[in-house]
């Protein structure tokens, strides 16, 4: 499995555009914008999971295929902990920032 392998490229591609968009998902205040970002994170997931699943055959046996197995797992493990952090996002009371120091 190598690093450069277009399958390896596509999983990191996809994994890393999902912990972007995870983060954003964090910072939005309205119900519009957190259904987006929803959406693009469920897309994203998506995404992430079929390219992961194309790719694991072609890892070959010994650590290569060990490796494929633990990332298919972290990544199971992940999705819960991501529903988790939507759900308190979603219940918790949006507060305003309060001012910043750097403003006066």
Same mark, same amino acid.
């Given at each position: ?11 990191? *591609? ?7 968009? !995870?983060?954003? *998902? ?21 995404? #992430? ?9 072609? #890892? ?24 988790? !952090? ?19």
């Amino acid at each position: 499995m190598a690093a450069g392998h277009p399958g390896s490229r596509r999983v990191r *591609y996809y994994a890393t555009r999902f912990r972007s968009f !995870e983060g954003g *998902y964090l910072l939005v205040s309205t119900d519009a914008d957190r259904q987006t970002m929803t959406n693009t994170l469920n897309s994203l997931s998506e995404s #992430a999971a079929a390219s992961l699943a194309k790719f694991q055959p072609l #890892a070959s046996e010994g650590t290569e295929h060990e490796l494929a197995q633990q990332i298919t797992s972290k990544w199971a493990a992940y999705q819960p902990l991501l529903d988790k !952090e939507m759900e308190i996002n979603r219940t918790s009371a949006r507060r305003p920032l309060p001012p910043t120091t750097l403003a006066r």
